[in-house]
């Protein structure tokens, strides 16, 4: 098994430009989560999904949109690019419920993106 | 709403002391769960405990322990005997609902 696995790992985008960040999974889980993490801080919840075909806002949804048309994928899109968007993404999933809920949530290994 | 504390930004302890990272959250779930994860200088995040909101056992694992207080909605992690391994971020997290809310963090720094 992969885990979840993020892509790309890096990458600098300029000020307006749009990119989607690919998150997949490969454990079955059903919920699924994006995070950014800013240098020195927590992390923030920006999208999150119960199971395919539903998402919703977390802390921080404003300047991304996800989707969740598989249970493997939950990729992020930022339309418009902003400095204030420069940060590592994380991408985590879990399953509850069920007959056998994980004990932890498993993340991606990040993507750090630099928007200037 | 969902929010977890953690209100000790930094720590920096000498080899062999020991120190308890606090986490206080709040929730309106009657069922939730509780983690703590360490993210080391390398940058991923390392799973250390999850905790059911109905379970308010302590557990000790090594060097490890947590205290899990409903009554004062805490969930602090001690590490006995700290080792200079031990330096990174500490997150504790919450999880009610479909959210999974991080805290700010508690930076460890243990020196030698």
């Known amino acids: 098994n992969a885990g979840v696995t993020q892509t790309p790992k890096f990458r600098i985008l300029k000020i307006g430009q749009s990119m989607t960040l690919q998150c997949t999974q490969d454990m079955n889980h059903n919920y699924m989560y994006w995070y950014r993490q800013d240098p020195g801080m927590g992390l923030k919840l920006i999208y999150y999904?119960?199971?395919?075909?539903?998402?919703d806002k977390g802390e921080v949804p404003n300047g991304y949109n996800v989707s969740r048309s598989t249970t493997e994928d939950f990729p992020l899109r930022l339309e418009l690019a902003a400095p204030s968007q420069t940060s590592v993404y994380f991408c985590a999933s879990i399953h509850r419920g069920g007959q056998s809920p994980n004990t932890e949530a498993f993340f991606g290994q990040g993507t750090r993106l630099t928007v200037v | 709403a969902q929010k977890v504390t953690q209100a000790q930004t930094e720590i920096s302890v000498v080899e062999k002391e020991d120190v308890t990272l606090d986490c206080v959250y709040e929730t309106r779930d009657t069922t939730y769960y509780l983690f703590w994860y360490k993210q080391p200088p390398s940058g991923e995040l390392v799973f250390l405990i999850r905790r059911n909101s109905f379970d308010e056992q302590n557990e000790i694992s090594g060097r490890y322990s947590w205290n899990f207080q409903k009554s004062t909605s805490s969930f602090n992690f001690t590490i006995t005997a700290s080792q200079v391994v031990d330096s990174a971020v500490y997150f504790c997290?919450?999880?009610?609902?479909?959210?999974?809310?991080f805290g700010q963090g508690t930076e460890l720094s243990v020196k030698p």
């Open positions: 999904s119960v199971g395919a075909g539903i998402t």
């Open positions: 997290a919450l999880s009610g609902g479909g959210k999974l809310i």
